[in-house]
């Protein structure tokens, strides 16, 4: 079986500080790892994916995340937060032999002026 | 230019109807895919194609159809709709079904069953 898991139902932080949205993951096998982010009433996008190589994974609007092995995490990161950054965001994760995606059940990320 | 887009956007109906949702995407992609969101915002597959083929079907209630009529159309039919059946639903497409594969969303339908 595979899950993934965003302990945090909110992250709040002042515009400018850096951000940090947690995800850890369990499934067999190698994991490929996504972050997708919702503004509300809209749907998802697309923000960065770990397939294999660098754990360091950089994507769109300045986010960026870290897949660590042993810990079984895949954090999102932005060295500056920024309001409009303000918004939902899914963690998901899919195994080598799996068509399907699972998403953590998401963060509502507020930053504030 | 929208690259998945799906009608209605919203929709409103009575329990018992039968209702469809349409969902189209014009990236020249092989697979889509049906995700229910819940109330609480979590996000479950429903169903996926890939070339016309149904690669995914999960533990949905019989009530609910996927059609797909070509690779770039991915439709869903809901019938006997229930109160239970108020969500976001939203359509996504990707390159194909591999595990690197990214998905791309539509914009949701808003379903509210009365």
């Known amino acids: 079986a595979q899950s993934v898991a965003q302990p945090e139902d909110q992250v709040n932080v002042a515009e400018g500080n850096p951000l940090t949205v947690k995800c850890t993951y369990s499934v067999s096998g190698n994991p490929y790892l996504f972050w997708y982010v919702q503004y509300p009433n809209r749907g998802l996008q697309f923000l960065l994916k770990?397939?294999?190589?660098?754990?360091l994974v950089k994507g769109s609007y300045g986010f960026e995340a870290e897949f660590n092995k042993s810990q079984t995490s895949f954090h999102l990161k932005k060295p500056s937060a920024l309001v409009s950054d303000s918004a939902l965001y899914f963690c998901?994760?899919?195994?080598?032999?799996?068509?399907?995606?699972?998403f953590g059940s998401g963060t509502r990320l507020l930053v504030r002026p | 230019d929208t690259a998945v887009s799906q009608t209605p956007k919203y929709l409103v109906t009575q329990m018992g109807n039968d209702k469809s949702i349409k969902c189209e995407q014009n990236?020249?992609?092989?697979?889509m895919y049906w995700y229910k969101q819940d109330s609480k915002k979590f996000l479950k597959i429903m169903f996926s194609y890939n070339n016309k083929e149904l690669i995914i079907n999960e533990t949905v209630p019989n009530r609910f159809s996927p059609k797909s009529p070509d690779k770039a159309h991915l439709n869903l039919h809901i019938n006997s709709l229930e109160l239970g059946d108020s969500a976001v639903y939203f359509c996504?497409?990707?390159?194909?079904?591999?595990?690197?594969?990214?998905?791309?969303f539509g914009p949701g339908t808003r379903l509210t069953v009365l």
């Open positions: 996504a497409s990707s390159q194909a079904a591999g595990r690197t594969d990214t998905q791309y």
């Open positions: 770990y397939i294999t190589g660098d754990n």
């Open positions: 998901a994760v899919r195994r080598d032999s799996s068509y399907k995606l699972i």
């Open positions: 990236l020249g992609h092989d697979t």
